[in-house]
């Protein structure tokens, strides 16, 4: 469940209020607004790449059941395929999980470059007030760059201990406290409370959070200005996930350190740096998958060389510069090291070192079938006689966890606008198309009790679909289009009863059941 001390805060504008810019090479100013840098696009055959073999990694994709929400292909410093699976859309911000590792060792670049710290500095010495009266020598020797390399001597993870700290307990002090059992920088343990920790190294030492900290180093230099990460009840960015931004701003991250640190010719990240981050630190297994080929600061290594941002469900900005390449996916995937295998295998062996005759029949139809991506929601059946005798009746609902008062559902036309309404809270009505999306005004806040799975604990634009499993039950899908996840709810109407199933997107992809009881309640006459 949610820890209630997270909160989202926006840098700069809303993914949803920036609407989709036009894509062009370089700049462009219009009027007295800041500059908007966007990627080049290019054909995929002037950068060395067919369609043809485009082509065939997106039928692999396809037949491979991997649930991919957007792609990016960057060669040559240009956009060569750029996709999404509607409902999701290149203006909305995506959930980056553990692939926000890396931009919070990108804010600990920064500041070693400016002298604010530096990788050898104890841990320690940040917190004076936090460590425990007895400092043990593994903690003595603890330095920022074990936190980096994720080599802290933890012998598990800590961030859910973090997470669950008393109140008012700050998490350093708990991270401080905890044992290290094994001596810092000898062995790889994948620890997400080191990367809090780090985030909380850049408060400490610039008086800023990472997030505002990267703001005029980073997000403004590349025109990153949707980004929105989640802080703890301390002011501090989560670190370790809980960043979001959108698909072409991975790819320029990516391109940044394919760039190593150059951008529109101006070095704004340390080379130096970038060597470090992205180079082996520490051993991380034997070789045996696409994690054991070496970790370095907050990046894994790639098997086919090169490195990689890495979140959990198939976030990936995958850097490559043997190929001169980046790699964007965001996804919801429930087998990663698959959807990594298909790019090792599908894409990279297709990038020639030269450029290739145009194709303009299979550039076509890579055009249509980019334009083509989409999921479905379920289509069965848009009307019940049921809907005319419960449209707009309100349903009070039985005591439940998620403190959850009334539902109802008004039927209108090919709408069923589903509305939920909660002690002290305003009310949240989502527009349900019967057997197709509808993403327009439909916003799930955050947090919200009855969303209140850890996953999905974001503010995030709905694409919300219903339709009739039979006469008597109504199912709604919703994909939270600015998160990874979705959710759908099962509504059982019986005489003047109705029952309410939940099934999470990771549940159902897993095959599982949902954690969640149901929800029973009662017409209201």
Known sequence: MINRRLFIRNAGLGAASLGLMTAFPGFSQAGTSPK?????????????????????????????????????????GHVVTEGWWAPYSPEHRMQL????????????????????????DPVIQFFPDDHPAEISENL????????????????????????????????????????????????????????????????????KT???????????????????????FEGVNMGASH????????????????????WNGKQILSEKWISEATSKQIENGKNDSSWGYGYGYQFWLNPPGGFRA?????????????????????????????????????????????????????????RNDLRALKYDPPKLEVHSTVAARISGKEFLLDKNQF?????????????????????????IEITNGMNYWIRKGNLKPAPHSLFSLRRIDFDSIVAASATWQGENTLLLTWRFIETVH?????????????????????????NKPDDRPDISGTMMA
């Open 36 to 76: 908007l840098y966007v990627l080049p696009r290019s054909t995929p055959e002037k950068q060395g790449i067919s369609s043809t073999s485009i082509l065939k990694f997106l039928d692999i994709v396809s037949k491979s059941k991997q649930e991919f929400h957007s792609l990016m292909i960057l060669r040559h």
């Open 97 to 120: 999980y553990s692939l926000s590792k890396s931009f919070t060792s990108t804010a600990i670049g920064f500041a070693v470059t400016e002298g604010l710290l530096s990788v050898d």
């Open 140 to 207: 003595a020797a603890l330095k920022v760059k074990h936190l980096l390399m994720m080599s802290v001597g933890h012998a598990k993870d800590s961030i859910m201990i973090l997470e669950a700290s008393p109140d008012g307990v700050r998490w350093e002090k708990t991270f401080l406290n905890q044992p290290v059992v094994f001596k810092p920088g000898t062995q790889f343990m994948y620890n997400s409370g080191a990367s809090y920790m780090l985030s909380s190294i850049v408060k400490k030492v610039s008086g």
């Open 210 to 232: 990472a997030h505002e900290f990267l703001r005029p180093r980073l997000y403004e230099p590349l025109d990153i200005p949707e980004a929105t990460w989640t802080e703890n």
């Open 243 to 262: 960043l979001r931004m959108k698909t072409e701003s991975l790819a320029k991250f990516g391109q940044l350190y394919l760039q190593k640190g150059k």
């Open 310 to 366: 890495d979140g959990a469900f198939g976030q990936f900005t995958m850097v490559l510069p043997e190929q001169d390449a980046v790699v964007v996916i965001t996804s919801e995937s429930m087998d990663t090291k698959t959807t990594m295998q298909l790019v090792w295998d599908g894409l990279v062996p297709a990038m020639t070192g030269a450029a290739l005759p145009e194709n303009s029949i299979e550039q076509k139809q890579l």
């Open 403 to 427: 403190n959850a008062k009334a539902v109802s559902f008004r039927f209108d036309g090919d709408k069923c606008i589903f509305t939920l309404k909660e002690d002290g809270k305003p009310d």
């Open 486 to 510: 979705g959710d759908s709810l099962t509504c059982i109407f019986d005489g003047d009863q109705l029952n309410i199933k939940f099934l999470f997107n990771v549940a159902r992809l897993q």
